[in-house]
């Protein structure tokens, strides 16, 4: 029986919007494997975001259960919880979110700081995973020195200084130019393989999504599989 890094059960999440109640998700049932590389695709607006956004603890449910690694993740204390995603669920987002005034090392090296790490420990890493995605000699460059495709670099080497079972890709080769996204991509997919982190990325190209063994397509607050070509 596969490792389940993920499960999800009668995921709903609705919103108020206009003084009645959108039911965004829709009682999802969902389970993705240790490992596992998965892309959700959807038309904008169908709840991609707002689904990983849920899966990742950063929002909470309106009704069901999500599972990481078979743990009832908001069962937890708040506390809990924000332990819980700074050393297990890594982000990439569309936009960047470095702090400008860092250089892409201290950028790094925030959610390890966070954790408690110490500061010697904390800059090996982020050092040698900025050495892993190309950018050993960039390392001291604030994001208004780098490209967008070396500051989204930054932002994956980020995501995975705190070694997470998981990583959350939400667009992030929306902002890209083609070339730069599929080398991104290859990136990424390459990181997956190395770390056996479980891969679950959001994207509005069907391109990009068919690189992935597993597609999940959103509509009407429910996911269905996509035949893989």
Same mark, same amino acid.
């Given at each position: 029986?596969?490792?389940?890094?993920l499960?999800?059960?009668?995921?709903?999440?609705?919103?108020?919007?206009?003084?009645r109640s959108v039911?965004?998700?829709?009682?999802?049932?969902?389970?993705?494997?240790v490992?596992?590389?998965?892309a959700?695709v959807?038309?904008?607006?169908?709840?991609?975001?707002?689904?990983l956004?849920?899966?990742?603890?950063?929002?909470? #449910?309106?009704?069901?259960?999500?599972?990481?690694?078979?743990?009832?993740?908001?069962?937890?204390?708040?506390?809990?919880?924000?332990?819980?995603?700074?050393?297990?669920?890594?982000?990439?987002?569309?936009?960047?979110?470095?702090?400008?005034?860092?250089?892409a090392?201290?950028?790094?090296m925030? #959610?390890?700081?966070?954790?408690?790490?110490?500061? #010697?420990?904390?800059?090996?890493?982020?050092?040698?995973?900025?050495?892993?995605?190309?950018?050993?000699? &960039?390392?001291?460059?604030?994001?208004?020195?780098?490209?967008?495709?070396?500051?989204? &670099?930054?932002?994956?080497?980020?995501?995975?200084?705190?070694?997470?079972?998981?990583?959350?890709?939400?667009?992030?080769?929306?902002?890209?130019?083609?070339?730069?996204?599929a080398?991104?991509?290859?990136?990424?997919?390459s990181?997956?393989?190395?770390?056996?982190?479980?891969?679950?990325i959001?994207?509005?190209?069907?391109?990009?999504?068919?690189r992935?063994?597993?597609?999940?397509?959103?509509?009407?607050?429910r996911?269905?599989?996509? #035949?893989?070509?």
């Open positions: 029986m596969t490792e389940l890094a499960k999800v059960e009668g995921l709903t999440k609705s919103f108020e919007m206009g003084g039911d965004v998700l829709r009682g999802i049932d969902l389970e993705i494997g490992g596992e590389r998965v959700i959807g038309q904008s607006g169908s709840g991609k975001s707002t689904f956004h849920v899966v990742g603890t950063l929002d909470h #449910p309106t009704a069901g259960r999500v599972f990481l690694h078979g743990a009832d993740a908001f069962a937890r204390a708040d506390a809990e919880l924000d332990t819980l995603r700074n050393r297990h669920i890594g982000f990439v987002f569309q936009f960047h979110h470095l702090l400008p005034d860092q250089d090392v201290h950028n790094v925030i #959610p390890a700081l966070i954790s408690g790490m110490r500061q #010697p420990e904390a800059r090996d890493r982020a050092s040698a995973l900025l050495e892993r995605v190309g950018l050993a000699d &960039r390392m001291d460059h604030r994001p208004g020195e780098l490209s967008g495709g070396e500051q989204q &670099r930054v932002a994956l080497a980020r995501a995975l200084v705190q070694g997470p079972s998981i990583l959350l890709a939400d667009e992030p080769t929306g902002n890209l130019d083609p070339d730069t996204a080398e991104m991509l290859d990136l990424m997919l990181l997956n393989e190395e770390q056996e982190t479980t891969l679950l959001v994207t509005h190209s069907l391109a990009l999504a068919g992935f063994p597993r597609q999940l397509a959103l509509e009407s607050g996911f269905s599989e996509r #035949p893989c070509a």
